[in-house]
């Protein structure tokens, strides 16, 4: 059997997409599959995603692929595009690359698309200063875009948010603000909230929410767990032992000698490392589970392997499995606050090499 193995479970997407509806019960839902669904696998997510309103991803390359893969609908390009190939491309794969710059306003009034695009939106900068035009542009802008004949249908108006995580920080009432304010002037749908929002602000989800991480059974919290928020982890990563034997006290382990075992240990080499996406800045940190007991991690993550203390693990032997995240007693919010980063990009970075294998329930 092939290992390392991202074990995606399709009945915890489909628990939290409820969650969702639950929590923002009067606004649509565009679930975000960006980066390969979070590094999940974005096909199988998208099909078990299937009750969502429509899709974001971030790029036309990833829009293409959906469409290719026979994924029917809508699909919100959140990065935009550039140049007449790229919206004659969108327009094409009937994709709703989002607008934030004039230039795009521009040349979407030079140019004529084979069909117009569909399910537009216009981002506004609300103060995270990414990606939009201010909501002082906007009434010029969406005057533009109504007289231009590559668009049909309305148009929305999007924004993101820089601070929601930061639950009761006055900047998301900064930024929900003028959102709320361009909504009562145009009457247009607004689609703000991404996970944080969807849980600590019910004030911003309106017409349409935008979760990606909640989705995947993750907290978007650093003092809290996905369980602790009703949300069931989606990946588990797991992987086996391929070898397990002892060294004296005074011998060191792995590159560099980071690790030096102080009485006789018993090591495990379990076959993950950095090639695989499990980060190095676990090196000496993590602690694994096996045999439903934690085992830590001893010295550097390799690029292949990781060497564990089995001291605790009589019975270890070669081909038990090791798990390194997504069960209770090992939240992956846990390992990316030990590894120093957010669990978006421990679970993101997850390589192809590691296979994805579907579980329901
Ligand atoms: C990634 C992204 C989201 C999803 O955010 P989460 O925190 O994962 O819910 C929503 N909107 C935009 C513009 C994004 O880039």
Same mark, same amino acid.
């Given at each position: 059997m092939?290992?390392p193995?991202?074990?995606?479970?399709l009945?915890a997407l489909?628990?939290?997409l409820a969650?969702?509806?639950?929590l923002?019960?009067?606004?649509q839902?565009m679930? =975000?599959?960006?980066?390969d669904a979070?590094?999940h696998?974005?096909?199988?997510?998208a099909?078990a995603l299937?009750d969502?309103d429509?899709?974001?991803?971030?790029?036309?390359?990833e829009?293409i692929?959906?469409?290719?893969q026979g994924?029917?609908?809508?699909?919100?390009?959140?990065?935009?595009?550039?140049?007449?190939?790229?919206?004659?491309a969108a327009a094409?794969?009937?994709?709703?690359p989002?607008?934030?710059?004039h230039?795009?306003?521009?040349l979407?009034?030079?140019?004529?698309l084979?069909?117009?695009?569909?399910?537009n939106?216009?981002?506004?900068?609300s103060?995270?200063?990414?990606?939009?035009?201010?909501?002082?542009?906007?009434?010029?802008?969406?005057?533009?875009?109504k007289?231009?004949?590559?668009?049909?249908g309305?148009?929305?108006?999007m924004?993101?948010f820089?601070?929601?995580?930061l639950?009761g920080d006055?900047?998301?009432?900064?930024?929900?603000?003028p959102?709320?304010?361009l909504?009562?002037?145009t009457?247009?749908?607004?689609c703000?909230?991404?996970? !944080?929002a969807?849980?600590a602000?019910?004030?911003s989800?309106?017409d349409w929410?935008?979760?990606?991480?909640?989705?995947?059974g993750?907290?978007?919290?650093?003092?809290?767990?996905g369980?602790?928020l009703?949300?069931?982890? =989606?990946?588990?990563?797991k992987?086996r032992?391929?070898?397990?034997y002892d060294?004296?006290?005074?011998?060191e382990?792995?590159?560099g000698?980071d690790?030096?075992?102080?009485?006789?240990?018993?090591i495990?080499v379990a076959?993950?490392?950095?090639g695989?996406g499990?980060?190095r800045?676990?090196?000496?940190?993590?602690? =694994?589970?096996l045999?439903g007991q934690?085992?830590?991690?001893?010295?550097?993550v390799?690029?292949d392997?990781?060497?564990l203390?089995?001291n605790d693990f009589?019975q !270890?032997v070669?081909?038990?499995?090791?798990?390194?995240w997504?069960?209770a007693?090992l939240?992956?919010?846990?390992?990316a606050?030990?590894?120093?980063?957010?669990?978006?990009?421990?679970?993101?970075?997850i390589?192809p090499?590691?296979?994805r294998e579907l579980?329901?329930?």
């Amino acid at each position: 059997m092939a290992f390392p193995v991202a074990s995606i479970n399709l009945a915890a997407l489909r628990h939290n997409l409820a969650r969702v509806r639950a929590l923002a019960p009067n606004s649509q839902v565009m679930s =975000v599959i960006k980066a390969d669904a979070y590094g999940h696998g974005v096909i199988a997510v998208a099909e078990a995603l299937a009750d969502s309103d429509a899709f974001a991803v971030a790029r036309l390359s990833e829009g293409i692929h959906l469409r290719q893969q026979g994924i029917e609908k809508p699909i919100v390009l959140l990065e935009g595009v550039n140049t007449e190939a790229d919206f004659t491309a969108a327009a094409n794969y009937q994709l709703s690359p989002v607008i934030h710059l004039h230039s795009q306003i521009q040349l979407l009034q030079t140019i004529t698309l084979p069909k117009p695009l569909q399910f537009n939106w216009l981002m506004i900068d609300s103060g995270m200063h990414r990606l939009g035009i201010t909501p002082e542009q906007a009434p010029a802008a969406l005057t533009m875009l109504k007289a231009c004949d590559n668009l049909s249908g309305e148009i929305g108006l999007m924004s993101h948010f820089a601070n929601s995580d930061l639950v009761g920080d006055k900047r998301n009432q900064q930024q929900l603000a003028p959102m709320r304010a361009l909504r009562q002037e145009t009457g247009l749908a607004v689609c703000l909230a991404n996970s !944080a929002a969807v849980i600590a602000y019910p004030e911003s989800h309106l017409d349409w929410v935008r979760p990606g991480l909640m989705l995947y059974g993750v907290s978007p919290f650093d003092d809290k767990t996905g369980p602790q928020l009703e949300l069931e982890p =989606v990946m588990q990563l797991k992987t086996r032992l391929i070898a397990v034997y002892d060294i004296d006290a005074g011998e060191e382990v792995g590159y560099g000698g980071d690790w030096t075992a102080e009485v006789p240990t018993r090591i495990g080499v379990a076959s993950i490392g950095y090639g695989d996406g499990y980060t190095r800045h676990l090196s000496n940190k993590a602690e =694994v589970l096996l045999r439903g007991q934690k085992a830590p991690v001893v010295g550097r993550v390799s690029m292949d392997t990781i060497c564990l203390n089995l001291n605790d693990f009589e019975q !270890a032997v070669v081909g038990d499995e090791v798990i390194l995240w997504g069960k209770a007693e090992l939240p992956v919010e846990q390992l990316a606050e030990l590894a120093g980063t957010i669990p978006y990009e421990l679970v993101t970075v997850i390589c192809p090499r590691v296979q994805r294998e579907l579980s329901d329930g």
